[in-house]
């Protein structure tokens, strides 16, 4: 193959770079296409002088052009050896690759483009390019498919200046025309200047991808640590729990063994004074016949002496009180008793423990959820992705207000409302919570009727006698009214709205403490938003402010 490689760079033509087409040698020696060589004395038919393309040799008169037969069998020879070469040998171009410009037939595929001839070579035609001293200031790039691009389109030129005013590459008469006063460099220093932002370009995004990296591996350390300790802190719990039941188990066995201890020993005291009781029946009923047959003697003496033979009766056990009973239902109130304490344990202390579960996380931020354009859910659809099913407590219900509807829905009654008592229900105003406490990210709505209903979030601790939401610092409301609506927060008012509605949006992030009122209509509306810094968990409230019945707040159900 070497030997072909070599014979093929001597029979090929220098003008053309390819296989010579009707060979024709020159006195010089070197030979050329018919047809290049005619094309290129042509161009120099007004200097009335002819040169060789190679050696530069000059020749007057113009020379006769005559075949060289030898070198055209010889090409022959050469096309017919490579058809029946290894297709390896040659790296046809595919329809993704650039062409190489110079070859004909089936076109190689091009190793580099020159700028200056604005054409692309194989490897074969690319040789001149290393190897002559009239291409040493070409300049080689990667194969290209947009070499036309460099030329101008207004002036047919090569654009080797570059604007910096208008950020354009421009040719030489651009520069002389509409860019006449701009900043302007050659191509060749823009390209040295624009080369050196990209490499602070890449230092920076190699900085940041490996700043990211870090992150990355920090996160990923993160998630083992949190998984490790969460699995921690459930077997932890569980035992804590597992014995808190066990305590609890044996507290149950030992009140069972107690009550059927005393049973027995009670059985026993009742059985004995039963038998004592049997006895003396037995005793009186003996007596009695006795009596009986001694009231029936008529003879006097006779009836004398059995009467003064009778025996003395035995003091009588009737000074037993069975009246009244004390059974072991006094057992049961106080156990129920217990179980109501520890009730208020557990909701008191489950509030500590979720607020520690609460301040559990990776510290990320996250941007708020916000309709409209921007980042973030842009329809109240997108919203919902953060719906919490929240019911209202009947246990903090005012005895003012019935729940229904599965305890979503207040609604304020003129009779008070039959409901145990306890220490968690609502005596001073009009108003409940809800059953479920509100961490993390969370939204709800409420659709409301009346005079003035006031949606709220608030703290469990909140003072079941005092004023209504949004008078204290421990909870927020928005004051819905029939024209318009304000923000309370300890009892500091803020008019937000005058547009009548009757559906409130709330959007809670517990962790970020970002708390946001929504008009919700056709359209969602922020009213009011609040940033602050949570410290317990939350839980979502109404209130009716005046007494009139049939007033009504719902917990919508959203889908």
């Known amino acids: 193959m070497a030997g072909v490689q070599l014979q093929r760079e001597n029979i090929s033509c220098s003008i053309c770079l390819d296989l010579l087409k009707d060979p024709v040698t020159l006195t010089c020696g070197h030979s050329f296409c018919k047809n290049c060589i005619k094309d290129h004395w042509d161009s120099e038919e007004e200097k009335r002088m002819y040169s060789c393309p190679q050696c530069r040799k000059i020749f007057i008169p113009r020379p006769e052009l005559k075949k060289n037969t030898m070198l055209a069998d010889l090409v022959e020879e050469l096309k017919k050896t490579e058809l029946h070469a290894s297709p390896a040998h040659h790296c046809y171009a595919g329809a993704e690759d650039v062409a190489c410009d110079s070859c004909t037939g089936r076109k190689l595929k091009a190793l580099k483009s020159c700028l200056v001839c604005l054409a692309s070579y194989c490897e074969e035609h690319l040789q001149p390019h290393h190897q002559s001293p009239a291409f040493k200031k070409h300049k080689l790039v990667e194969p290209s498919k947009n070499l036309q691009e460099n030329i101008c389109p207004r002036h047919d030129?090569?654009?080797?200046?570059?604007?910096?005013?208008?950020?354009?590459?421009?040719?030489?008469?651009?520069?002389?025309?509409?860019?006449?006063?701009?900043?302007?460099?050659?191509?060749?220093?823009?390209?040295t200047h624009k080369q050196r932002e990209l490499d602070q370009s890449q230092e920076e995004v190699q900085q940041r991808l490996q700043d990211r990296d870090r992150d990355v591996k920090v996160l990923q350390q993160e998630r083992k640590t949190l998984t490790l300790s969460a699995d921690k802190a459930v077997k932890d719990t569980d035992e804590?729990?597992?014995?808190?039941?066990?305590?609890?188990?044996?507290?149950?066995?030992?009140?069972?063994?107690?009550?059927?201890?005393?049973?027995?020993?009670?059985?026993?005291?009742?059985?004995?004074?039963?038998?004592?009781?049997?006895?003396?029946?037995?005793?009186?009923?003996?007596?009695?016949?006795?009596?009986?047959?001694?009231?029936?003697?008529?003879?006097?003496?006779?009836?004398?002496?059995?009467?003064?033979?009778?025996?003395?009766?035995?003091?009588?056990?009737?000074?037993?009180?069975?009246?009244?009973?004390?059974?072991?239902?006094?057992?049961?109130?106080?156990?129920?008793?217990?179980?109501?304490?520890?009730?208020?344990?557990?909701?008191?202390?489950?509030?500590?423990?979720?607020?520690?579960?609460?301040?559990?996380?990776?510290?990320?931020?996250?941007?708020?959820?916000?309709?409209?354009?921007?980042?973030?859910?842009?329809?109240?659809?997108?919203?919902?992705?953060?719906?919490?099913?929240?019911?209202?407590?009947?246990?903090?219900?005012?005895?003012?207000?019935?729940?229904?509807?599965?305890?979503?829905?207040?609604t304020l009654k003129k009779k008070k409302q039959t409901y145990f008592r306890n220490t968690h229900r609502f005596t001073g105003c009009f108003q409940v919570l809800s059953k479920e406490s509100l961490t993390g990210r969370c939204y709800w709505e409420v659709k409301w009727t009346g005079e003035e209903v006031h949606v709220a979030v608030t703290y469990k601790n909140i003072s079941r006698s005092g004023p209504s939401f949004g008078f204290s610092d421990t909870s927020w409301a928005l004051a819905c009214y029939s024209n318009c609506c304000q923000f309370v927060h300890n009892n500091i008012w803020t008019v937000v709205s005058d547009v009548k509605f009757s559906r409130v949006g709330v959007y809670l992030d517990h962790r970020a403490g970002l708390l946001s009122f929504y008009r919700i209509s056709d359209t969602m509306t922020l009213l009011h938003r609040v940033q602050t810094t949570f410290t317990a968990p939350l839980y979502a409230g109404v209130c009716f402010v005046y007494s009139s019945s049939g007033d009504t707040a719902e917990l919508c159900k959203l889908r």
């Open 240 to 410: 804590v729990f597992t014995e808190m039941m066990r305590l609890l188990q044996k507290r149950s066995s030992d009140v069972k063994q107690q009550i059927r201890s005393k049973l027995e020993t009670e059985v026993r005291r009742v059985i004995d004074a039963e038998e004592k009781l049997q006895q003396e029946i037995t005793e009186l009923k003996k007596r009695e016949a006795e009596l009986k047959q001694l009231s029936l003697t008529h003879d006097h003496n006779q009836f004398l002496l059995n009467y003064c033979s009778l025996s003395a009766l035995s003091p009588s056990s009737s000074t037993i009180n069975i009246c009244p009973l004390r059974h072991f239902d006094e057992v049961t109130v106080a156990v129920a008793k217990l179980r109501g304490q520890l009730e208020d344990v557990l909701t008191e202390t489950w509030t500590d423990i979720s607020l520690a579960v609460t301040k559990v996380g990776v510290p990320l931020t996250e941007p708020e959820p916000e309709p409209g354009p921007g980042p973030g859910p842009q329809t109240r659809a997108e919203f919902f992705g953060y719906s919490q099913e929240i019911t209202l407590d009947p246990n903090t219900a005012n005895k003012y207000l019935s729940l229904s509807e599965g305890n979503r829905k207040a």
């Open 157 to 191: 030129k090569m654009m080797d200046l570059f604007c910096r005013t208008d950020q354009q590459c421009i040719c030489y008469l651009c520069s002389r025309g509409e860019h006449k006063d701009h900043d302007k460099v050659s191509a060749a220093a823009e390209w």
